[in-house]
Structures are given as structure tokens and as C-alpha cells.
């Protein structure tokens, strides 16, 4: 390709990037959930840490920050306001003090029942192998970039 070529090659436009396709999908993701959460008093980290929580819970603030994709600096002022809010509790590992536990509380394991996301599977307009399929490439997209950005 000459100079001349280039000069006269289309620029790309913003919706030309995977990374904008991702990160405003990101953006109505926090928008369709903002409605369900706003009910139980909650924001879209806040409520993936109790997901996370749900699936396992007393875990160390090291190991939540590593399944949520969040430093320690930006857990713990979460983790306070969860704690502040009646859903989690937070204690010293007897094993080790260096190490902070965090564990649901009942209050934290009933909000289950009140958080109903259906909807918002139905409105992906995805069915559900398309949902799953879709899933799976983000999953990937983001591990092949966090392997990438390793080496």
C-alpha cells in the first residue's frame, strides 16, 4: 500500500472497535440492571461481589478480588459498604490474621429471592444457546487478553 493509498483509506469509526462493542455493551448491561438493584438498595459491583458470594461463600478478600477482577483497594470500600448495609460480615482468618474472610449473612443470602434477572436474558434477544455461546466468547476474549497482557 503507497502513502497515497493510506491517505485515501477510510478512517475507522468508533463502532469499528471489538473494544467499544464491549465496553458499551458493559455500559447497557449497568443501565437494564439498575432498576432490579436499585429495589434492594444495591449497585451492579455490589451485587456481582454477592453473585460471587452465592456461588461460594467465606472466602478471603484476595480470592473475591481475583474471581471479580478487582484490586483490593476497590473491594474493600465495597466489601465496608456491603458489611455497613447488613449482607456480609467480615473477620480476621483465625489461621491467619493477615487475612480477611468475608461471608454472607442471612440477610445477604435472602436477597437471592428479591433479585430476579430473567428479564434481562429476554431482553439480550439472545435464546439461550446464543446466550451461552456469547457468554463463553467474552469469557475467552477476556482470558486470552489477561494471558496476553501477562506475558
Given at each position: 500500500?503507497?502513502?497515497?493509498d ?9 463502532g ?12 447497557a448491561?449497568g ?10 438498595g444495591?449497585?451492579?459491583p ?20 481475583e ?20 449482607y ?10 493477615r ?8 440477610a ?23 446466550f ?11 482470558d486470552?487478553?489477561?494471558?496476553a497482557?501477562?506475558e
Open positions: 500500500m503507497t502513502p497515497k493510506e491517505k485515501t483509506k477510510p478512517a475507522r469509526g468508533l469499528d472497535f471489538l473494544c467499544f462493542a464491549v465496553y458499551s455493551a458493559n455500559l448491561f443501565r437494564a440492571y439498575k432498576p432490579i438493584l436499585d429495589q434492594v444495591l449497585t451492579y455490589q451485587y456481582i461481589t454477592i453473585v460471587a458470594l452465592w456461588e461460594e461463600d467465606n472466602q478471603t478478600v484476595g480470592s473475591l478480588g474471581k471479580l477482577f478487582l484490586e483490593s483497594n476497590t473491594l474493600t470500600p465495597l466489601l465496608k459498604k456491603l458489611e455497613a448495609m447488613g456480609v460480615r467480615r473477620e480476621r482468618a483465625a489461621a491467619d490474621e487475612q480477611v474472610v468475608v461471608s454472607l449473612t442471612d445477604g443470602r435472602r436477597l437471592r429471592e428479591k433479585i430476579s434477572t430473567t428479564n434481562l436474558v429476554k431482553a439480550s434477544g439472545l435464546n439461550p444457546e446464543e451461552r455461546r456469547m457468554r463463553k466468547g467474552v469469557a475467552d476474549l477476556r486470552n487478553l489477561i494471558k497482557g501477562a
